[in-house]
């Protein structure tokens, strides 16, 4: 389980290091020329300033991309978003003192080639520490950290797909567009809240809805909304459809629980439980509010959604998913289906055919 959890990381690493390298790159180059840092000679050239620039880049986004997938995430969960900013901002300028040090080592090494011990103790060097202009572009790269990790926890808060979409206006008029829904239940919370109590119930879900996030962000959904103790995840069709998305979602979203389900026993005195359906179509997505803005679908599908979901309890599966969706869709490894046939929906008058999806049975193990 570590294994697979480790390996996810690295994944999830790797998606978001290209950015976070590129907006680190490009703060260092412009920081540089604010400042007008050169070389200790007094002279440098542009490809100098875009490899030094670049090398920053690299070893703050890379630190950065790795401390996103584990502390930094940890610290978005414990502390509210104007600490976490803080504390955010103070690992990122710790990265960028260490990726400053890491450019004294490869401007000594390229440019001069003598060690970084040798360049230090040089009275050109000494004088660039002596000045302000370093100590003035740390100054710029602290503030440009404050930026980068305002941005990151809006992509994390609103969702990269909400993010992009209302800064780009993409759905200011109404459009069409292919999708697919998951309603994801928690089950028996009825019984749990009573047991807990609101408030130690609320901790519950919230310590459930932080796990849902990462397996969203792995799958390159969105959460469209929280209603109660459900959550609502959407992805593009096509995307949905290549990856099979929405499988590797739940079963992304069960490992994250079979490996904290120590912690949830420690925390709450029960693990959680939960089930879902899932279906897909054209939906009308549309920019709405003003003061508050928020990107919604309607549709009969959205609604159909909801009710397969519904089914899940008196037929006693934890994944139902629209047959019509399914079959374009290939089971990732570990997964199998059981075709249901066509059900009655409350609500709708025609039956949908959906199919349970589940574990599959080792080889020699009779179901």
């Known amino acids: 389980m570590s294994a697979r959890l480790s390996h996810r990381r690295v994944r999830r690493a790797l998606a978001i290091a290209p950015g976070l ?7 260092a180059f412009v920081a540089a020329r604010i400042v007008g840092i050169s070389a200790p000679n007094g002279t440098e050239s542009l490809a100098v300033a875009v ?33 976490a900013l803080a504390l955010r901002t103070v690992a990122y300028a710790l990265a960028v003192t ?20 040798v360049l230090v103790r040089t009275p050109e060097f000494q004088a660039l520490l002596a000045g302000t202009q370093i100590w003035s572009m740390l100054g710029l790269l602290t503030v440009a950290s404050f930026g ?15 993010l992009l979409a209302l800064l780009v206006g ?20 009825t019984a749990i809240a009573e047991r807990l109590g609101p408030l130690a119930f609320t901790d519950f879900k919230n310590d459930f809805f932080a796990d849902v ?13 929280y209603v109660g103790d459900e959550v609502m995840v959407s992805w593009p069709m096509a995307s949905a459809l290549k990856t099979a998305a929405p499988l590797r979602f739940f079963a992304l979203v069960d490992e994250q629980i079979d490996a904290r389900a120590e912690r949830y026993r420690q925390r709450h005195g029960v693990v959680p439980a939960f089930k879902a359906g899932c279906h897909g179509g054209t939906v009308v997505t549309a920019e709405v509010g003003d003061l508050k803005r928020d ?12 009710r397969i979901e519904a089914e899940c309890r008196p037929r006693g599966h934890r994944l139902l998913v629209s047959h019509w969706l399914l079959e374009q869709m290939a089971l990732p490894d570990g997964l199998a289906s059981l075709a249901l046939g066509p059900i ?22 009779a179901a």
Do not use: M
């Open 21 to 27: 390298i590129l907006a680190w790159s490009v703060a």
């Open 51 to 83: 490899v030094r620039s670049a090398t920053i880049g690299l070893t703050v986004g890379s630190l950065g991309a790795w401390l996103e997938t584990g502390p930094l995430a940890r610290i978005g969960r414990l502390f509210p978003l104007g600490i």
């Open 98 to 117: 260490l990726g400053i040090l890491v450019i004294i080592g490869v401007v000594s090494w390229v440019q001069f080639g003598v060690s970084p011990g």
């Open 148 to 162: 980068i990790n305002l941005g990151l926890q809006l992509r994390r808060v609103l969702g990269p797909e909400t």
């Open 170 to 189: 993409r759905y200011r008029r109404p459009v069409e567009e292919d999708r697919v829904f998951l309603f994801l239940d928690l089950t028996d919370s």
């Open 213 to 225: 996030a990462e397996p969203v962000l792995a799958t390159g959904g969105r959460i469209v909304q």
């Open 295 to 306: 990107i919604v679908h309607s549709g009969d599908v959205v609604n159909t959604a909801a």
């Open 344 to 365: 009655g929906l409350r609500g709708k008058a025609a039956e949908v055919d959906i199919c349970a999806v589940q574990r599959a049975q080792p080889s020699g193990v």
